[in-house]
Every structure is written in C-alpha cells, then in structure tokens.
C-alpha cells in the first residue's frame, strides 16, 4: 500500500480545520460589543462614524448622545470617552496556522489547522512528529494574523497632569477661505497677469485656470516691500448684494517666489486651492491676526436677529460647512466666533378654515458660527444642521458671543 501523498495530506488538513475556523469567525463576531470610544488625537466625529458605523453621515447619533460631553461638535479632545450608538470593534485577534504534513515513512495524520482567536492556541496535532526547523520557518511565514483594535486611552500615569490641547475659537484655515462683503471694490492692492509657465515653444503658456504649484506673474502695490516667501490671498468678485456690497471670494493663496523689481512683474506659486483662480483676479496680504483666540462664546439671551442674505456657491441644500453671508456687521458688535441659531420664526396660522388654530412654533434649522466680519456683513460658517431648511431669507439670532 502506498504512502499517502503530501498533497492528499495536505487537502484532508485543510477540510478538517473548517470547523474551527468557522467557530473562530463566529467568535470575532460575538466579542463586537464595545458601546465606548476614548478619542485620540487627530480624530473627528465624522471619522469616529465612519469607522465605527460605517456611516460618516450617522455623526450626529454620536454628537447626540453625548452632548454632556462634547460642548461644541466642531471640536472633541483627546481623552473624551464617548458613547456610541452601536457597537464599536474591540480588540480581536485571528491567528491561522497553517498544517504540517507528516512525513511519509511514518504513516501519522498530519496535524489539523488551529485557528484561535486571541489564545495563542498552538496546532495539536495527534501522533505528529516535531516540526524540523526548515518546517517551523515555512509555517511562519505562512501564518496569517487578522487584528483590529480599538486604540487605547492614554493611561492617568501617561497623561499626567497635562491638560487637554486648546484650540482657536476660528481656525485660521476657515477665516482665510472665507468669503466677506465689502464696498468700493480692492483696486490697488495687486492681481494675477498670467502664467509663469512656458510652453514648449519658449512662450508664456496661455493656461487660463490655474492648478496647485503653478507659477503665475502677479503685479504687486508697494512692490519695494514685498520679499521672498511673502503669501497673498486670491479674490475673486462675487454676488453684489442689495445695500450691503460686493462679496469677495478666497480662490487659494499664492507665495512669492521671486519679488518684483526693475519694473520686471513678480513670480509667484499657487500654493493653495479653494475654487477656480484665473487671471486678473485680486491680491490681498495673507492675515490671519483678526483670530486666534481661544476663548469661547457665553449664551447669551434675546440675541439680536440677522437674516441670511448669501449663500456660498448658491447649492440646493446647503449643510455643514457652507458659508452664508448675514446682514449683521461689525457695527451691531459681532465678533469672529459669535454663535448664530438659525430657525424658522413663529408663524401665525395660514389656515382659512381654521382660523383659530393655534400658530406654528418657532422650529430650529441650525446653527453657524461668525467667521469674517466686516463692516457690511458677517460671514459665518455652518456649523450643525436639524432641518434641511437653510436658505436665504432664513432668520439667524445670536445665541453666544464672545467675550
């Protein structure tokens, strides 16, 4: 009777081990049942949805059931404990270890697969000889192991007596993509002639949209001062409103390469992105002094009301992270940072049949944040939505003010 093959033993392993493999599975299915998630650095609600509800759009279960600890779900610190609406994945290790054929002088079985989920457990099988070291090397480099772990919370003794980062009111990478109104137009403080590029031809390339790390020759007002490393702001004109101005809109940030001089233009590269920058369209200085607080608004009651007069890029459903343009300015005492409640106002009601029925009440729509502002409006960012209702024309109050 002849030895059986390596290959036979080999396949008759392998239909062996099914069971516990599928026991295995079952087991990493069973231990996901975490309900809690220590956040750590770099991590957003968003990101925490994502990875833990496979949903990013879900965030707003997780801001919810912990709005005891997350004052503001534009920001979460590392360390905060939060619950989750489902189960989050906890720490499971699969470890496969492939099977190790007997030799066949001796007639043994070959050892069964062991598949365990963190044990560590080893391959047993009965009657198998000692794995030979070329042997334990190829079952090694064989071996699969499948992990996925929730990471682990800094330790009081790690953390010490450090306190939790701060973080600016408004983020300067907000305020400078921010749109804001002005009047009588920004003439004088410099603009993009065209490319720097050349084409293959040796003349200057005739691209008309500009790209990250373009190099573009840009005319500059008080030209003497400008230097090396210098960045500017693109604008480019907006909407014109109605007894307000014009709005200006951020389309990225270039810095200067090679100064002006000897009545020669100046070099300079596209260094940041935030729309479409073509030629003609205006610099300004790249200042981010007006923020960088890290105080934070107070409630405040009976704040004054504001409407939404602009909409950045005008989309049908504004959300999160629009910009819209209200008609408070700086004279009414709004601050970069100041909160906004954006409702729908109480409605008397419309009803001809019933008169008397009682009147709409006042419905809450969102919240937003002031961002720029200036003498002719207040830019504010969207910050959380309840209602798919945010439009022009919609009501803003202020509801916290900076100090």
């Known amino acids: 009777m002849r030895n059986p093959t390596l290959r036979t033993l080999l396949v008759a392993a392998s239909i062996g081990a099914l069971p516990s493999a599928l026991a295995a599975q079952q087991q990493v299915k069973a231990d996901t049942t975490g309900q809690n998630h220590s956040v750590i650095k770099g991590e957003t609600l968003w990101g925490i949805a994502q990875q833990f509800l496979s949903n990013p759009f879900r965030w707003p279960e997780i801001y919810n059931l912990n709005k005891s600890t997350i004052a503001n779900p534009h920001w979460i610190y ?16 699969v470890t496969v270890t492939p099977p190790v054929a007997a030799t066949p002088d001796s007639g043994a079985k070959a050892d069964t697969m062991a598949v365990a989920a963190d044990t560590g457990a080893k391959a047993a099988g009965a009657g198998a000889r000692p794995m030979t070291a070329e042997q334990e090397m190829s079952a090694m480099n064989k071996s699969t192991m499948f992990t996925r772990r929730e990471a ?27 749109p804001f109104v002005l009047q009588g ?12 590029d050349l084409d293959p031809s040796g003349d200057m390339s005739s691209t008309s949209i500009f ?16 230097k090396a490393g210098d960045r500017f702001v693109v604008l480019s004109e907006g909407d014109a409103l109605p007894g307000q101005g014009q709005v200006m809109v951020p389309t990225g940030v ?5 100064p002006p001089a000897d009545g020669a233009a100046g070099v300079a590269t596209v260094v940041q992105l935030f729309g479409e920058m073509h030629p003609d369209q205006v610099l300004v200085p790249f200042d981010t002094s007006a923020v960088g607080s890290t105080q934070r608004p107070q409630p405040v009651d009976g704040g004054r009301w504001a409407t939404i007069t602009w909409i950045l890029a005008s989309p049908v459903l504004p959300t999160m992270q629009s910009y819209a343009v209200l008609d408070l300015t700086a004279a009414d005492g709004v601050k970069p940072g100041d909160e906004f409640e954006i409702f729908r106002a109480r409605q008397a009601s419309a009803n001809p049949d019933h008169p008397n029925d009682p009147a709409d009440p ?15 409006g207040t830019t ?23 100090p």
Do not use: C, H
Request: glycine share 10%.
């Open 185 to 196: 137009g920004t003439k004088g403080l410099g603009r993009i002639m065209k490319s720097a």
């Open 211 to 226: 790209q990250a790390y373009d190099k573009v020759l840009v005319r500059l007002s008080g030209a003497a001062t400008a």
């Open 254 to 258: 270039v810095e200067l390469t090679q």
């Open 380 to 402: 504010a960012l969207i910050t959380s939505q309840v209602q798919p209702a945010i439009n022009v024309g919609m009501v803003a109050r202020v509801s916290a003010k900076m």
């Open 152 to 178: 682990p919370a800094p330790s009081s003794e790690e953390l010490g007596n450090e306190k939790p980062p701060v973080f600016p009111t408004v983020r300067s990478g907000e305020y400078v993509r921010a």
């Open 362 to 376: 006042e419905i809450a729509i969102g919240r937003a944040q002031a961002i720029k502002v200036t003498p002719y």
């Open 78 to 93: 590392p360390g905060q404990v939060l619950r989750l609406p489902g189960g989050s994945v906890t720490g499971v290790t």
